[in-house]
């Protein structure tokens, strides 16, 4: 079968089709054959070699979506030309986390897609039925491929960590990419006044056209001033923080008393020194937000297949492309999501 496989970590370069061997769906997996695969910053941290878990050589993408070609032993409930969308990472479904709802948090088996599991930036994979969605009819492979980690991650932060209510402020950084978008719409969607934050005057329009009330271009990322003036001062009640270390320091400085800052991105991995008085004086809440649970990745293709949400897939490309979609990813070059197209 045809894979982009990544041999050394590094430059987008470094990602190369080849033809290596079609995996085999062992006990508890499924064969999928890949539909599309979302491309994000996630993966970008991957190839350089970031996240501790991932050896080369890799296929990487956490975003798939397909159709199963074969059942491996032992797996009920599956049938070949099921619609499958995968989740980021594995959970055991048994542990005490688990058995709570908040998968994401599960140590038993925490595998991740494109990690420790060859993922989807190739033609099949041999996916664990634990890390799987169903897909609903109609539905298009690239929003079904997106939809864990895009609008899956906005349901997440938004309602279950943000707990965001109507008529609340929230502030969303990195807002012209695949989940800023999704995190715009759910937030608009739920009731909220939103403010977004882009370095990009190009991307204005497409955040308006997600719901934004106001947005702020700033291309360098000191914008706390003027979301103090867009609330009269009083700061907004969330901040969906998807950006990381850049932003951390100016998005504190937006919050109002009582705020919730939610942590789901950081871009460049970098570290944030912090103030615990700001902390206290304004009881402020700092929540971190790791993965979408099965649950969480059935309420987004639900969203998306009855229309209240829409999915922000801006180019899909072939295959063989996958290091331009990386370059055009860390040029900030993309609103939205890109997808590969193995087929």
Known sequence: MNAVVLRAFG?????????????????GEVLLRVRACGVCHHDLINRRGNLPRTHVPAILGH????????????VSGWSVGDRAATLQRLSCGRCAQCRAGRNSLCRTDARFFGEEIPGGYATYLAAPVAGLGRVPPGLSWEAAATACCT????VHVVRTRGQVCPEETVLVTGASGGVGLQ??????LDGARVIAVTSSPLKVDAV??????????????????????????????VAIEIVGSRTFSQTLRCMGAGGRVVVVGNVDTG????????????????LGAYATTSAELDEALGLLRCGEMRPYVSEGLPLAQAARAH??????????????LPN
């Open 183 to 188: 995190a715009v719409q759910l937030a608009r």
């Open 271 to 286: 570290s944030v020194s912090l103030n615990p008085g700001l902390l206290i004086v304004k009881e402020l809440e700092i």
């Open 327 to 340: 370059g055009l990813l860390e040029r900030k070059q993309v609103s939205g999501r890109l997808v590969l």
């Open 63 to 74: 975003e798939a979506a397909g159709d199963v070609v074969e059942v491996g032993p032992g």
């Open 151 to 154: 609008t899956g991650t906005a």
């Open 208 to 237: 308006h056209a997600a719901g934004a009330h106001e947005v702020v271009v700033s291309p360098g990322l000191d914008f706390s001033a003027e979301v103090r003036r867009l609330t009269g001062g009083a700061g907004v009640d």
């Open 11 to 27: 430059a987008p370069e470094n990602l190369r089709l080849e033809s290596v061997p079609e995996p085999r769906p062992e006990p």
